[in-house]
């Protein structure tokens, strides 16, 4: 019974993450994601907001579905394996379109019914939770199995598809972090398991020419601890931003706020929904040291008094890639009540994602703050993807068969096959959009 597999999104383009993967007359769907900056482009938004599936696969900020058409009477489980809208942020637009359950880590499911319930989008898919490292029997010829992994997103796996000819396994995104700060470390014994039997790794080479391996996020954490607690602060406003979806960071952030007598707040409705996602799947608690405010009458009501009292408050908003209409670019703007003063502190707790319309809107945005004379702390942040030396290992200890790259441009999948010839032992298949591959 052979694997097949083909590309839906997410092949030669980053972001539209979406495989399917056919094994005889059963048919799995790994991500369901969207391409954020045709997104935002489209929307103007950061966020999910309910709009018509043709319009979006227009835009192609959806992966096209048309390329499955013959194979969606047999689809048995659309499976996310993150919380990232690159990989989950399609499934309210396309899920309803498959009689066929989600099965996700219990962070990812709270996201997405956060999603549904906020945009009052209704879809008749069944959510299951699974946890990391669990097993689950999809029929007698299919077993699923999550692999825990980290990622700048809790909960976060790499997916093994077994079946009676060997297992695929799909990587898309991971790290190798061996000192995170939540959560376990990457299960690497159970990839040792899977060496004899890989037909097939699918693997993100979004950091493929990077000649490094990905620092842990312990080292960010000291990054944040050397700007927050090492730099003189006192009387001045402290802003910060990060990925909303980045619990660990946050958790970060919150230690050190407490240790510098601040309160902590966090504004924007994306901050809220991965918190409260959060906490709901028993990750996190921090709703007891931290005022979440969502929408606008909450969001004014604190910046007022944060103008008043601004050295008793650390403030963490959206809008770290410059979204206009994120909280952080309303606040530069004057259109939220508060108004910034000299050597006020700026932490950007990220890196700007490299496409044109983020450099855009950041560049547009530290100009703002530079023309206030705001000191400006770039760069706070280490990435949750694989660098060339991690997918090194990935691919020495799995030792597959064939490897497809994906997440990435023809750059970056070149580089990945550069490095897994240099290895050698794998096939490699460069594909792209709509290709279908057997094995």
Request: with cysteine; charged share 25%.
């Amino acid at each position: 019974m052979r694997i097949e597999i083909r590309a839906v999104g997410g092949y030669n383009e980053i972001g539209r993450n979406m495989t399917a993967v056919r094994v005889g007359d059963e048919v799995i769907i790994l991500d369901m994601g969207l391409h954020i900056e045709n997104y935002i482009s489209l929307t103007e938004e950061e966020d999910i907001v309910n709009l018509s599936t043709s319009e979006l696969i227009d835009a192609k900020a959806v992966p096209d579905i048309s390329v499955i058409d013959d194979w969606k009477a047999k689809i048995k489980a659309i499976i996310p394996t993150h919380a990232h809208l690159d990989h989950v942020g399609a499934i309210p637009y396309l899920a309803k379109k498959f009689k066929a359950p989600i099965l996700c880590t219990p962070f990812t499911a709270e996201v997405i019914k956060a999603i549904l319930k906020d945009e009052k989008i209704k879809m008749g898919n069944h959510i299951k939770p699974l946890n990391s490292n669990s097993v689950y029997h999809v029929s007698d010829n299919i077993k699923i199995e999550f692999i825990n992994m980290t990622h700048s997103t809790p909960q976060t796996v790499m997916v093994a598809l077994h079946t009676k000819n060997g297992c695929l396994l799909y990587a898309n995104d991971f790290k190798f972090d061996n000192f995170p700060i939540l959560g376990k470390k990457p299960n690497f014994n159970k990839l040792r398991e899977l060496s004899n039997s890989c037909q097939c790794l699918i693997v993100e080479c979004l950091r493929a020419k990077e000649a490094i391996k990905t620092p842990s996020e312990s080292v960010a954490k000291a990054m944040l601890k050397d700007v927050l607690l090492g730099t003189e602060s006192n009387g001045k406003a402290i802003i910060a931003t990060t990925f909303s979806s980045h619990l660990e960071r946050l958790k970060s952030i919150i230690e050190f706020g407490k240790q510098m007598n601040r309160k902590v707040v966090f504004l924007g409705r994306s901050l809220s929904k991965y918190v409260v996602a959060g906490e709901r799947a028993g990750i996190v608690n921090f709703t007891k040291d931290v005022e979440l405010a969502k929408r606008g009458r909450h969001i004014k009501r604190i910046l007022k008094d944060v103008e008043v009292n601004r050295k008793k408050y650390l403030v963490v908003v959206t809008g770290h890639q410059g979204e206009q209409k994120a909280v952080l670019s309303r606040m530069a703007t004057g259109e939220l009540p508060f108004r910034f003063k000299e050597e006020d502190h700026m932490i950007f707790a990220s890196s700007v994602i490299p496409n044109p319309s983020n450099i855009s809107d950041r560049k547009r945005l530290e100009e703002n703050f530079r023309g206030k004379n705001l000191r400006i702390f770039k760069d706070i942040h280490v990435s949750g993807h694989a660098a060339r030396e991690d997918l090194r290992d990935l691919i020495n200890i799995v030792n597959p068969k064939n490897i497809i790259p994906a997440h990435g441009d023809t750059s970056m999948n070149n580089a990945l096959k550069a490095l897994a010839l240099e290895i050698g032992g794998s096939n490699i298949l460069l594909i792209k959009e709509s290709d279908n591959i057997a094995l």
